[in-house]
T-cell receptor
Framework: GENVEQHPSTLSVQEGDSAVIKCTYSDSASNYFPWYKQELGKRPQLIIDIRSNVGEKKDQRIAVTLNKTAKHFSLHITETQPEDSAVYFC????????FGAGTTVTVRA | NAGVTQTPKFQVLKTGQSMTLQCAQDMNHEYMSWYRQDPGMGLRLIHYSVGAGITDQGEVPNGYNVSRSTTEDFPLRLLSAAPSQTSVYFCAVTDSTSGTEAFFGQGTRLTVV
């Protein structure tokens, strides 16, 4: 089955700086790569996703890149704000959705 | 339009007790799944269903049973609770097996003592 690895497990950034989270996947059949944000005590919610036929996607301060050859994808958050503090999960979908272990992002004011 | 409704929100069980976590959706989506969330381990798939009458095992199925008699409901049963099943459980719903946004229920925090 699919194995998704996510790094780093924790990330502390100064407000206004950028944050980058990296994930790798094992199954070349995976074709959909979403990112979820989970605030404390809340459910995960989709923030951005990318399909295997696209290399990069951007939505305001958030961008995702995908390298199918290397089987890795990354989340980039620019101009971080305190409300970006949360746990972020990457995931890969072949016929089911497999998640990484999560990254706890803390934005310092 | 409630989306994905998961109950209960909190539950404490004694070792050996059984219970059912409920998940109901009004989105008319075919694909439903159960995950457990433990610190440092992300979301791990327990069981999933691609439609009524069809279920399959995920990554960590032992100790859990599921059934899918309708499109709307996908209950998760713990047959004999163990402390290792202490976790936060999420039900998730998507509209296809090809990869689209998953909508999560509010979660159930289960403690087994």
């Amino acid at each position: 089955g699919e194995n998704v690895e996510q790094h780093p497990s924790t990330l502390s950034v100064q407000e206004g700086d950028s944050a980058v989270i990296k994930c790798t996947y094992s199954d070349s059949a995976s074709n959909y790569f979403p990112w979820y944000k989970q605030e404390l005590g809340k459910r995960p919610q989709l923030i951005i996703d990318i399909r295997s036929n696209v290399g990069e996607k951007k939505d305001q301060r958030i961008a995702v890149t995908l390298n199918k050859t290397a089987k890795h994808f990354s989340l980039h958050i620019t101009e971080t704000q305190p409300e970006d503090s949360a746990v972020y999960f990457c995931a890969a979908h072949d016929y089911k959705l497999s998640f990484g272990a999560g990254t706890t992002v803390t934005v310092r004011a | 339009n409630a989306g994905v409704t998961q109950t209960p929100k909190f539950q404490v069980l004694k070792t050996g007790q059984s219970m059912t976590l409920q998940c109901a959706q009004d989105m008319n989506h075919e694909y439903m799944s159960w995950y457990r969330q433990d610190p440092g381990m992300g979301l791990r798939l327990i069981h999933y269903s691609v439609g009524a009458g069809i279920t399959d095992q995920g990554e960590v199925p032992n100790g859990y049973n599921v059934s899918r008699s309708t499109t709307e409901d996908f209950p998760l049963r713990l047959l004999s609770a163990a402390p290792s099943q202490t976790s936060v459980y999420f039900c998730a719903v998507t509209d296809s097996t090809s990869g689209t946004e998953a909508f999560f229920g509010q979660g159930t925090r289960l403690t087994v003592v």
